[in-house]
């Protein structure tokens, strides 16, 4: 292409070398090249209309035979020897969108975005893998799921998602005609899609219709997010995203708010999403952009930029009223006419729209759950937030929710009675509501605002750090407001939970308790919620009388408060079964276990997740039971339903196979297991790292394999490897640590390594082995070679007797 550079042979010097650069440092490259601004916004200038026709005109290079290289894809090529390559969906100036089918360890169709080359670096497949945790933690109906992520043979990075074959939202709108009422109902649950993923930590900042596409389900929509956290992964630091950065940046025009396009700006946070959930919803609304579409391709990009900071947009319904031309086809695609649709936007819809997009963040909602509350408040005729509430609207108001209470009131004297007596409880609440946002807003906003320099020490800020902040503010900031208090901190245990943290989610949940006991001061369903939870983390810790004590409390509680058939009551009988289990109640844990599959079936359905649990923990119980088959036919049935459903790699599925590999190898078939193992082991290792608990059992599992396969060098090696990193994250003393060194202990005795052996199976028992494997010790044929051993006979006896001293207790 060719660029004018101007008249002045300076700026033509500046934009070359600055043309060169990575496209994050050429502002800073020019902030410190010239103190000159007319100079360097002539330059800014210039590379922002470079950049611009390079997006809209890019097109990777091809030839006529198919080919491929430097990490270009075609149809029939294999991507990481496991995804073909179909057809080309979409191509622009960020990469590739390709159609591909996955043929191992299962066929499904899904997407791979390509990213173009120039948009990464050498660290970017570091992000990749720090960000991919990020991605796994969310788990909400209307975000489509990341399945991996990598690089080309040339290190051009890649993700592949699951295929979503919908229609961008605002086309489905259109094509549908769905009323507005039907619009902002599809649109609240964006809003909650979004919401879900800010809770985890991770913004989209590339939000747009194209982002967002709608199925069908049982013939309703659904919308599904694609493309969270493909922008952060872009990133290359913690202070200079490309997405604030007027050249190069990776948001899209007219769906960007300002502060992405303004290059003073170091940081974003979670109201930059909200302002483009606010273009969204104007477009779902009037049928156009705030800013006209054919403006950002007719004028210079920084002029466009500019009016996207300093302008404000005319509201939805006056674009409406002054598009003569479009405005009966812009109706009929929302099942009205212009005149209609039009009074429908003015007032309500018209505030709450401009508020999502506010040029000033701390004018915006602060998170989107407040624009999607106040929708709410809309479409049930109640007061919304973004608009002053006089008393002639507040009136307004009351008479549409209750018109024939009004008409039945008949007289203007008792309707202003009782219009008085009722608002006044609705302002109270409004002014509580008010409250607890801006609350929110302040917190949220904190809790991404990790942009010190000091802080980022250079480094891209993760997930873990922006969590480990707001853990440690969280009783300062929302000290105010107990109940919010309470559910963040269960939010953040929850995190911490699936990262494997349990000590810190333990933490979090008895504090959570703490304060639902002095602010409720009873039991509700609401307190159960953080008890429930942090039994949960006890057994995970292996504290199994603990857990149990506690979720016979819950349980007793639950089906009090609730009912024996409430979902909580049986989620906690299925939890309880799970203890008694680990603590070798068989026969207790199996009836609870079948009562809580049958259960799960008929509230939840048999594809459901927490079904799928229940399921596991039944063929667990067989498994314990030494009942290989059986458990092996439940196992099986679980994970093919997991794996058709939530994809192979969801953290069920590898557990559940896992499982599936268990109850094979006790069957004998060690091959066919220890193939199985790997698969977990790799799954685990990839998407939860090599120190996560579930990666650790996966490696503990494995070695056992290849010890009953009597390939004990390998054998030995993962076995103390495994108890080397099972000390450091779980401790000595869990349950899980015991059986590893007692299963090495095994392995000694078969290789007559008799004083290693007998010295393990102590540690092991001294460290909380499980009680009934502990008790049959004597009978266990491993540990053949020591029988007749004086030191071994001791250790049984041992053993005994602090079995004995135990249950005195």
Not at 586 to 605: C, D, H, K, M
């Amino acid at each position: 292409m060719t660029v004018s550079p101007g008249n002045s042979e300076q700026a033509k010097a500046l934009f070359e070398q600055a043309l060169v650069r990575n496209r994050a440092s050429r502002t800073t490259f020019l902030l410190e090249s010239t103190t000159d601004q007319n100079l360097r916004q002539e330059v800014l200038t210039l590379l922002a209309d470079y950049d611009r026709t390079a997006s809209l005109h890019f097109t990777p290079a091809h030839d006529d035979s198919g080919s491929t290289d430097s990490g270009r894809l075609a149809p029939g090529k294999l991507l990481d020897g496991k995804f073909k390559i179909i057809r080309l969906i979409a191509e622009g100036g960020m990469g590739q969108v390709w159609l591909a089918e996955q043929t191992v360890p299962l066929q499904r169709q899904v997407v791979v975005k390509l990213i173009k080359t120039g948009l990464f670096d050498d660290n970017l497949l570091q992000r990749f893998r720090a960000e991919r945790q990020s991605l796994a933690i969310m788990d909400h109906p209307s975000i489509a799921k990341v399945f991996d992520a990598g690089a080309t043979t040339a290190g051009q990075p890649y993700f592949v998602m699951e295929y979503v074959p919908g229609l961008a939202v605002t086309k489905y709108c259109d094509e549908k005609k769905l009323s507005i009422r039907d619009r902002l109902e599809l649109f609240t649950k964006v809003c909650d899609g979004v919401q879900h993923a800010h809770q985890k930590a991770v913004i989209h900042r590339d939000l747009k219709p194209a982002n967002i596409l709608v199925v069908e389900v049982d013939e309703k929509p659904v919308p599904r997010i694609i493309d969270f956290g493909i922008a952060k992964a872009l990133s290359p630091d913690a202070a200079s995203s490309e997405l604030t950065q007027v050249t190069g940046f990776l948001g899209t025009p007219g769906y960007m708010s300002p502060e992405q396009a303004d290059p003073r700006i170091a940081q974003v946070d979670t109201r930059t999403d909200v302002y483009s959930l606010g273009v969204i919803l104007y477009e779902l609304l009037a049928g156009s952009l705030p800013f006209d579409r054919k403006e950002w391709q007719e004028k210079p990009l920084y002029e466009m930029l500019r009016r996207m900071r300093e302008d404000d947009p005319p509201r939805p319904s006056t674009k409406v009223s002054t598009a003569a031309e479009t405005a009966t086809a812009t109706a009929e695609a929302r099942a009205t006419d212009a005149k209609r649709l039009a009074s429908l936007l003015r007032g309500d819809l018209d505030c709450i729209t401009m508020k999502a997009l506010e040029k000033d963040p701390a004018r915006r909602y602060g998170t989107p759950s407040e624009l999607a509350a106040d929708l709410q408040r809309y479409m049930s005729n109640e007061p919304v937030l973004a608009r002053p509430a006089s008393t002639a609207y507040k009136l307004q108001k009351y008479v549409r929710r209750h018109r024939i209470g009004v008409a039945v009131a008949g007289g203007v004297a008792t309707l202003l009675v009782a219009f008085v007596v009722l608002q006044t409880v609705q302002l109270r609440r409004t002014i509580r509501e008010r409250d607890r946002a801006n609350r929110i807003t302040a917190f949220m906003t904190g809790m991404f605002m990790v942009s010190d320099p000091s802080e980022a020490r250079g480094n891209s800020i993760t997930a873990r750090e922006v969590l480990d902040k707001a853990s440690k503010d969280i009783d300062t900031g929302l000290n105010k407001d107990p109940d919010l208090q309470s559910q963040l901190m269960m939010s953040m245990g929850a995190v911490y939970e699936g990262l494997g943290l349990y000590r810190r989610a333990e933490e979090l949940d008895r504090r959570a308790i703490e304060i639902d006991r002095a602010s409720v001061g009873r039991e509700t369903e609401v307190t159960l919620r953080p008890k429930y939870n942090l039994a949960q983390i006890l057994a995970k810790e292996g504290r199994y009388q603990e857990a149990e004590r506690l979720n016979r409390e819950i349980l007793a509680a639950s089906t009090k408060i609730l009912g024996p058939q409430h979902i909580t009551t049986v989620e906690t009988k299925d939890n309880l079964s799970e203890v008694l289990l680990r603590e070798g109640r068989f026969s207790e844990a199996e009836q609870l276990n079948r009562e809580g599959v049958a259960s799960f079936t008929r509230l939840l359905g048999r594809e459901n997740l927490r079904t799928l649990s229940a399921m596991n923990n039944l063929g667990n119980d067989l498994f314990r039971q030494e009942r290989f088959a059986e458990a092996e036919a439940v196992y099986r049935e679980a994970s093919d339903l997991s794996r058709r459903v939530n994809g192979p790699e969801h953290p069920f599925s590898i557990l559940v196979l896992g499982n599936v590999a268990n109850s094979i190898a006790l069957q004998g078939r060690y091959e066919e297991a220890e193939k199985m193992y790997r698969e977990v082991f790799d799954m685990d290792k990839k998407i939860d790292g090599a120190e996560h608990p579930d990666t650790i059992l996966a490696m503990g599992n494995l070695a056992w394999a290849l010890s009953e396969e009597h390939k004990n060098a390998e054998a030995e090696a993962l076995f103390r490897q495994t108890i080397e990193v099972q000390t450091k994250v779980l401790g000595l003393d869990h349950p899980d640590t015991a059986l590893t060194i007692y299963n090495l202990a095994c392995l000694l005795a078969h290789e007559n390594r008799t004083d290693e052996a007998i010295q393990l199976v102590r540690e092991a028992v001294d460290n909380h082995l499980e009680t009934y494997r502990a008790a049959t010790i004597d009978q266990d044929t491993e540990l053949q070679s020591l029988h007749g051993d004086p030191r071994f006979t001791a250790l049984v006896a041992y053993i005994k007797q602090k079995a004995a001293a135990g249950s005195k207790k």
